[in-house]
C-alpha cells in the first residue's frame, strides 16, 4: 500500500497534460469549440469540481507548445512546462511542484469532462477501504469501459506517482503515465469505477477532425453555456441521434501505443 497509514490527503491536484503536436488533429487542445478553445473548456469545467482545489495545464519544453504556454499566462491559469515524451515526469514534476497529495490525472483531449463526476469518483477513491493505490473510471480490456470516451480520469496519491517515476521503465508507462499501476494489480490496490447503464460506446474526445465536427454540433444545442452536464449532452444525443454518425469510424488508440 502506497499511502502510509494514518495519512490524510490535504491538497486535490487535477493536472490536465496537454500538448500541440497530437498526430490525428495537431494543434487540437487549441482549436476552438463554440467560444473558447478545448483546453480552456476542460480547464474551466475541472475546476468547477468541489473537491478539486488547482487545476495545473502540463504542457512540453517543445517549441511548439509556446502557444500553450503564452494561452495559459494570458489566463493567468497555472501551468507547468516539462518532457514531450516523459510524460510520466512531466506530471510528476508538475504535481510536485504544486505540493499536490492526492492527483487527478486528465488527457487535454476531455473537454466535456464533468465536475460532478470528477467528485463522485474522487470520494470513491479516497473513502475506499482498505485504501487505494490507484482508480479510474475507465481500464483497457480485460476491463469494460462504462463512461463515454472522453469522461476518463485516473486518481493516486502523490506517493504512488512518485513510486512510478521511481520504477516504471517501459516507453508507454513513461507516455501514458499510470499503467504500471493497474500492469501490477499483485502489487497495489486498484478501482475500476463502473457505470450503469454503460455508455462505453460514445465517443467525445477531441483526437481528429471528425471529432472536432461531433463536439461543435454538441455545443450549438446549450446556447452558450458550457456548464452542462454529461448527462444532458447524452439527452442532446439521444434526441439527436444522426449526430453520432460524425465520428462513428474513428478508431480509438490502444493504451500501448506510443508516439
Same mark, same amino acid.
Given at each position: /500500500?502506497?499511502?502510509?497509514?494514518?495519512? /490524510?490527503?490535504?491538497?486535490?491536484?487535477?493536472?490536465?497534460?496537454?500538448?500541440?503536436?497530437?498526430t490525428r488533429?495537431?494543434?487540437?487542445?487549441?482549436?476552438?469549440?463554440?467560444?473558447?478553445?478545448?483546453?480552456?473548456?476542460?480547464?474551466?469545467?475541472?475546476?468547477?469540481?468541489?473537491?478539486?482545489?488547482?487545476?495545473?495545464?502540463?504542457?512540453?519544453?517543445?517549441?511548439?507548445?509556446?502557444?500553450?504556454?503564452?494561452?495559459?499566462?494570458?489566463?493567468?491559469?497555472?501551468?507547468?512546462?516539462?518532457?514531450?515524451?516523459?510524460?510520466?515526469?512531466?506530471?510528476?514534476?508538475?504535481?510536485?511542484?504544486?505540493?499536490?497529495?492526492?492527483?487527478?490525472?486528465?488527457?487535454?483531449?476531455?473537454?466535456?469532462?464533468?465536475?460532478?463526476?470528477l467528485d463522485?469518483?474522487?470520494?470513491?477513491?479516497?473513502?475506499?477501504?482498505?485504501?487505494?493505490? +490507484?482508480?479510474?473510471?475507465?481500464?483497457?480490456?480485460? !476491463?469494460?469501459?462504462?463512461?463515454?470516451?472522453?469522461?476518463?480520469?485516473? !486518481?493516486?496519491? +502523490?506517493a504512488g506517482?512518485?513510486?512510478?517515476?521511481?520504477?516504471?521503465?517501459?516507453?508507454?508507462?513513461?507516455?501514458?503515465?499510470?499503467?504500471?499501476?493497474?500492469?501490477?494489480?499483485?502489487?497495489?490496490?486498484?478501482?475500476?469505477?463502473?457505470?450503469?447503464?454503460?455508455?462505453?460506446?460514445?465517443?467525445?474526445?477531441?483526437?481528429?477532425?471528425?471529432?472536432?465536427?461531433?463536439?461543435?454540433?454538441?455545443?450549438?444545442?446549450?446556447?452558450?453555456?458550457?456548464?452542462?452536464?454529461?448527462?444532458?449532452?447524452?439527452?442532446?444525443?439521444?434526441?439527436?441521434?444522426?449526430?453520432?454518425?460524425?465520428?462513428?469510424?474513428?478508431?480509438?488508440?490502444?493504451?500501448?501505443?506510443?508516439?
Open positions: /500500500m502506497i499511502l502510509p497509514k494514518g495519512t /490524510m490527503p490535504k491538497k486535490v491536484v487535477a493536472i490536465i497534460q496537454a500538448r500541440m503536436a497530437s488533429l495537431p494543434g487540437k487542445i487549441l482549436k476552438e469549440i463554440g467560444h473558447m478553445p478545448a483546453l480552456e473548456w476542460m480547464i474551466k469545467r475541472a475546476g468547477r469540481s468541489k473537491m478539486i482545489d488547482q487545476v495545473v495545464v502540463a504542457t512540453t519544453t517543445d517549441a511548439s507548445d509556446n502557444l500553450v504556454a503564452k494561452f495559459c499566462e494570458k489566463k493567468a491559469y497555472t501551468y507547468h512546462r516539462g518532457s514531450m515524451k516523459d510524460v510520466l515526469d512531466r506530471v510528476y514534476r508538475a504535481a510536485k511542484e504544486n505540493q499536490a497529495d492526492v492527483v487527478v490525472r486528465l488527457t487535454g483531449d476531455c473537454p466535456f469532462i464533468d465536475p460532478e463526476m463522485s469518483n474522487l470520494r470513491a477513491f479516497l473513502k475506499a477501504e482498505p485504501p487505494l493505490d +490507484f482508480a479510474a473510471n475507465r481500464l483497457p480490456p480485460p !476491463y469494460t469501459r462504462t463512461i463515454p470516451i472522453g469522461l476518463d480520469a485516473e !486518481y493516486c496519491y +502523490f506517482l512518485e513510486t512510478l517515476w521511481q520504477e516504471a521503465k517501459e516507453k508507454h508507462h513513461r507516455e501514458h503515465v499510470m499503467p504500471f499501476f493497474y500492469e501490477h494489480p499483485e502489487r497495489f490496490n486498484i478501482l475500476h469505477i463502473e457505470h450503469n447503464p454503460n455508455y462505453g460506446n460514445h465517443r467525445w474526445t477531441l483526437d481528429t477532425p471528425e471529432d472536432l465536427k461531433l463536439l461543435r454540433e454538441i455545443v450549438k444545442h446549450f446556447n452558450g453555456r458550457d456548464d452542462f452536464k454529461w448527462t444532458e449532452v447524452l439527452q442532446v444525443l439521444t434526441d439527436h441521434p444522426k449526430l453520432l454518425e460524425i465520428n462513428k469510424d474513428v478508431r480509438h488508440k490502444n493504451y500501448q501505443e506510443v508516439e
